[in-house]
């Protein structure tokens, strides 16, 4: 079992505010992982970490299994990284991008870079300045893959584009991760996009890595309980794994990760008139849980062998 | 047969497209034998994940729904008789019991759900089971 | 990777060069007598003597610190503000061939079009009985000594513009300072000249360097 990305406690602070908070987190060789969080948890500053953009003030970072403070550039030629808002020199055509890309990367497939340009119809002497965003981001997309990276890094790679682009950056993902032995590490704000297409999620809140575990068990764990009361409903209910609890009318919203015994029997303690325990989609997960009030935030993470443990990372 | 998958579900993507298999082998829409798209295939067609699409086709074969013909692909599998007609009904009691507390909530009467249940085996097309007593 | 890398930085600079380019030829036209070509005073003896008590240093000079100043910070700063370093930096290179590929290239442009005005004023004054003085080369010293300080002000410029600095004052410091040291310099004798140049390009090459590594990008 082979890691293509792993951090140790990887931190930065901004002055005072910990924009990254002792982050530790792998990802598999050949999975895909979407990183999760709102705007300001430090998504943006971790991947930037990791691709020498952004100097961590405390931990370490292996990629390809090379510790990144001295990637080699034959281990930089293997990772791909394609930045928020997919920059590049706006003056240069399709083709003059697709050359000086070319230049630094022993491997180049031109085939496949052509492929992509064609299936979108754009012609290789365009000027970058002049696409639509959603061209854009293939055109970046496509001088990523070219050179058949093993390690793909994407930070926001949809941010902006509408929904029918969107698919069709989807799609060029999806073709991607079929061809065997791609990781990829990408951040989003579009949840159905992560449901779809990656097998893992982290969650960051507030610089921490709340959650990291498969997909489906995110969602899964995540529940809202819709408490009726005769009478007044409590205060400020003590349940263990309690992530917000909001008034709503004469009864109370819970929103809770896992539903063990304890839980259930501390519920039941508060003794609802009934007792309403409702599922939630990705989407919704995602907002209940980081939507609560962030100090009383149980974080879950989970090992990559399945195993379940609630781990508290970085600071409270 | 169309796929469909629902991202923003609550159920997860791959037990949408096992339910959707599932229930188009009852129908008869999708008869043994038949083979379903490759992996690859479904999951450019989805925009799913490949790894999604291979789950629900390892779930369905791990039932028995499906199996895998080595280099050939992934095919509707011959309905199989694997359990005791005693166990077959007991399975066939829980699922009903479900189904009768839940009409029961929603306000039906027996006589009501006697017809309601025959409209709708009508309506399901029922394909050929196995019959085994 | 190098060819592409030089080929962008002269592409990028391509306007400020033909700015600099145009610039000088404006400023240096009188003194090529543009307003006399075609009439038989274009080949006269002119009153002044060429390069020793004439102004083309003063307009030389007018013409190149700006050049250099302006091409240091469009290399520099430039691409954070389009944020492209996010599309360069990570390819397989070290960072330092990056930013050294930059600075020859700067650095090139502006000896190039330093020596190009030379040259040209040179080759003007050297047609045979337009000048009071024989041309010597040596009468162009004080130009390239110009162009030596020209050098300092760039790098001083491409440290102002990677620098990371919060406050607009602090982050034109250095091509400031560049400024007032090329000044002083200019007015030095020879070896002096180069000298103190070169140790205050080695200082704001220390920095640049420093600060391409370390910054946040």
Not at chain 3, 128 to 132: A, I, L, M
């Given at each position: 079992m082979s890691y293509a990305i792993q951090t140790e406690r990887l931190t930065k602070h901004y002055g005072d505010r910990r924009?990254?908070?002792s982050l530790s987190l792998q990802v598999l060789t050949g999975s895909v992982y979407g990183l999760l969080g709102r705007n300001g948890a430090g998504k943006s500053t971790l991947i930037k970490m990791l691709m020498g953009m952004v100097r961590p003030d405390a931990g370490q970072a292996e990629l390809l299994g090379q510790n990144i403070d001295n990637l080699s550039n034959c281990t930089r030629a293997r990772i791909a990284y394609l930045a928020e808002g997919h920059p590049?020199?706006?003056?240069?055509?399709i083709d003059d991008a697709a050359r000086f890309t070319r230049?630094?990367?022993?491997?180049?497939n031109d085939k496949l870079f052509s492929q992509i340009i064609e299936h979108f119809e754009?012609?290789?002497?365009?000027k970058y300045r002049r696409l639509s965003r959603g061209q854009q981001a293939q055109v970046s997309l496509a001088l990523a893959v070219a050179p058949e990276p093993e390690l793909l890094i994407l930070d926001d790679?949809?941010?902006?584009?509408d929904t029918v682009v969107r698919r069709d950056f989807l799609e060029s993902l999806i073709q991607i991760i079929q061809r065997q032995g791609h990781t990829i590490l990408f951040s989003s704000h579009i949840l159905s996009d992560v449901e779809r297409v990656a097998e893992r999620v982290g969650v960051m809140v507030n610089g921490v890595l709340r959650v990291d575990c498969p997909t489906d068990t995110f969602r899964e764990q995540v529940r809202k309980l819709v408490l009726e009361f005769s009478g007044h409903p409590p205060e400020s209910p003590k349940i263990p794994g309690l992530v917000s609890c909001r008034q709503a009318g004469a009864g109370l919203e819970l929103v809770l990760v896992g539903y063990d015994d304890a839980q259930r029997e501390a519920v039941e303690a508060l003794d609802p008139r009934s007792i309403a325990v409702l599922d939630l989609n990705l989407e919704d997960a995602f907002i209940e849980y980081t939507r609560g009030?962030?100090?009383?935030l149980p974080s879950f993470a989970m090992e990559n062998d399945d195993a379940q443990s609630t781990r508290d990372q970085g600071a409270a | 047969m169309e796929f469909q998958c629902d991202p923003?579900?609550?159920?997860p993507i791959y037990r949408q497209l096992m339910d959707q298999i599932r229930q188009a082998v009852a129908r008869g829409r999708l008869r043994p034998g038949v083979r379903l798209p490759s992996v690859r295939t479904l999951s450019r067609e989805l925009v799913v994940n490949p790894n999604t699409i291979a789950r629900t086709y390892t779930e369905l074969e791990r039932e028995g729904v499906l199996h895998t013909r080595q280099g050939l692909g992934v095919f509707v599998a011959a309905?199989?008789?694997?359990?005791?007609a005693a166990a077959r009904r007991e399975r066939l009691a829980t699922a009903l019991d479900r189904f009768l507390t839940e009409a029961f909530h929603l306000g039906f009467s027996a006589d009501e759900l006697q017809s309601a249940i025959t409209k709708r085996i009508r309506a399901f097309q029922f394909a050929d089971s196995v019959s085994n007593t | 990777m190098l060819k592409a890398l030089v080929i962008k930085e002269l592409r990028e600079s391509a306007g400020v060069v033909a700015l600099a380019l145009i610039a000088m030829i404006v400023v240096c036209a009188e003194l090529h007598g543009i307003d006399e070509?075609?009439?038989?005073?274009?080949l006269e003896i002119r009153d002044r003597f060429p390069?020793?008590?004439?102004?083309f240093f003063s307009r030389f000079a007018l013409v190149i610190f700006p050049l250099a100043a302006v091409l240091g910070i469009k290399q520099s700063a430039w691409e954070l503000g389009q944020n492209s370093y996010q599309f360069l930096?990570?390819?397989?290179?070290?960072r330092s061939f990056v930013f050294n590929t930059k600075i020859i290239v700067g650095c090139g442009l502006v000896f190039v079009i330093g020596g190009l005005a030379i040259v040209a004023y040179a080759l003007r004054v050297a047609i045979?009985?337009?000048?009071?003085t024989p041309f010597l080369w040596s009468m162009t010293a004080d130009e390239w000594q110009i162009v030596l300080c020209a050098l300092v002000v760039y790098l001083g410029a491409f440290l102002s513009g990677i620098r990371p600095a919060h406050w607009f004052g602090t982050r034109l410091a250095p091509v400031m300072t560049a400024g007032g040291a090329a000044f002083v310099f200019s007015f030095l004798s020879g070896w002096l000249a180069f000298i103190a140049s070169a140790l205050v390009a080695a200082l704001y090459l220390a920095g640049i360097f420093y600060y391409a590594n370390d910054r946040d990008y």
């Open positions: 924009v990254v908070d590049l020199y706006g003056w240069m055509s230049s630094f990367y022993p491997r180049w754009l012609s290789r002497c365009q790679p949809t941010l902006g584009l009030p962030r100090r009383s | 923003t579900s609550r159920v309905p199989q008789a694997d359990l005791s | 070509i075609g009439t038989p005073r274009f390069f020793v008590s004439d102004d930096l990570h390819r397989p290179v070290q045979p009985g337009s000048s009071p």
